[in-house]
């Protein structure tokens, strides 16, 4: 590849460097719930929705990283051990979940990782100029980041409608602000907008749900109690090149307690 380690500014080397030890974390934090799903010999009800979906993050980034050539090998190397986990949790979940589970998930498979990648890969090479390719790919990687980062929204109308963080793991929350943070800053001094833009909603989402752990972290009300129906599986993706998880497998599966049957825990 073109360009190889050698980025214009050396601190976005420096940035691109935090951005893959970060986000190297974060793919591997999934690890104690696959952990515990082949314990278990089941998924739990959990979702591998995802898990999808950071495996199409992954394949994106890198199709971009290729057409764009130069200072992209950052992007390559942690997006490619991305792909490469979130395949082995896709068929950990597929080993272990129930059929209708496993049909979604062929099914969410097939529509995005197959179908939209292999359309997205076709519409991109049909442009004639190499620099109109790369603007048309980074400004759809633009638009899935930002509809990935808006995810949060939803955990965030029910740490205010219950006044609870129950659901809203402050670490979650610190590592989200910290790699957007990161990335924005890798985007900004290697002067690529399409990494840049995306990460300031998602600083902006992380330091909100911060400031709501802070206001909400000693309120004493159980979210239980206020939510009606299914905890929705919320994803945030922690790193914009990185992993879309969701807050918490336990979380996302855990029945909410009648008036009867309320517990201490």
Known sequence: MAGGLSLAHPWAFTFGILGNVISFMVYLAPLTTFYRVYKKKSTEGF???????????????????????????????INSFGCVVETIYIIVYLIYAPKKA??????????????LFSLIVLCTLLVSKASLRLKVLGWICVAFSVSVFAAPLSIIRLVIRT????????????????????????????????????????FTFGAVQMVLYIIYKDTKVPASLAVDGKLPENMLEISKLGPCEPIDADLATK??????EMSPV
């Open 47 to 77: 979702q591998s929705l995802p898990y999808v979906v950071a495996l199409f993050s992954s394949m994106l980034w890198i199709f971009y990283a290729f057409i764009k050539g130069h200072d992209a090998f950052l992007l390559i190397t």
């Open 102 to 115: 496993r049909v979604h998930t062929f099914k969410m498979f097939s529509l995005l990782n197959f179908g």
């Open 163 to 202: 006044k609870s963080v129950e659901f809203m793991p402050f670490s979650l929350s610190f590592f989200l602000t910290l790699s957007a943070v990161v990335w924005f800053s890798f985007g900004l001094f290697s002067k690529d907008i399409y990494i840049a833009l995306p990460n300031i909603l998602g």
């Open 255 to 260: 029945p909410h307690a009648t008036k009867n």
